[in-house]
């Protein structure tokens, strides 16, 4: 029950595209996440995935159009829309999703699946 | 399914502690809200609440300590636990609060208690 300071936070990471867990809120878990490039094509069938950009821009690539995101913007995608996030080039992000669920969606396996550790 | 600009969604904001949706997450509703001044002293006994503040200074008064963020720092006051926001003298803040949630909470009734407009 402390309280999080990005900026903190993110200076703690330098790892890409590894997860962080940071507090929950709920049965859900708050990552902070430093982006870089490319991610994955992925879907979730079972939840929305929440994105906050906290630094630099990431594109959320759908499949029939790109949601550039700057700082201070926020997006929703929708349950089972495939998505596939891009940093360009490096973005700190904030993201919201329920305990359990795979950062990679339904690209389990994939090279980028992480467990997110707690800092 | 658009994003949303912070910046953008709080100038059109200038009711202070009038709660506004801009996105859902899951069952949970994204409110961004202009605080000024003290809340009211309330819990939620069946969900967390989950602060995150824009700009400003937001004091998360406990019972037994606060808890101060400034811009950037989030903090998330656990179910059953009370507490009463306090802007000094004005901030911007997200709120995350599943749907249906009485932003006063066992406080309803409140001269405070308010509905979210969607902007």
Not at 17 to 40: E, W
Request: aromatic fraction near 6%.
């Amino acid at each position: 029950m402390d309280k999080v300071n990005l900026s903190d936070k993110f200076a703690r990471i330098d790892e890409v595209y590894k997860p962080k867990l940071v507090a929950q809120y709920n049965d859900n878990k708050i990552l902070l996440t430093r982006a870089r490039g490319d991610f994955v094509w992925h879907k979730h069938d079972d939840t929305d995935d929440l994105f906050f950009v906290v630094s630099g821009r990431l594109v959320i690539q759908l499949r029939d159009r790109d949601v550039e995101l700057n700082a201070g913007e926020l997006f929703v995608v929708p349950r089972g829309v495939e998505h596939c996030p891009r940093a360009d080039p490096e973005a700190e992000i904030i993201v919201i999703e329920p305990m359990g669920t795979i950062n990679t969606g339904d690209a389990e396996g994939s090279s980028l699946t992480a467990e997110p550790e707690r800092i």
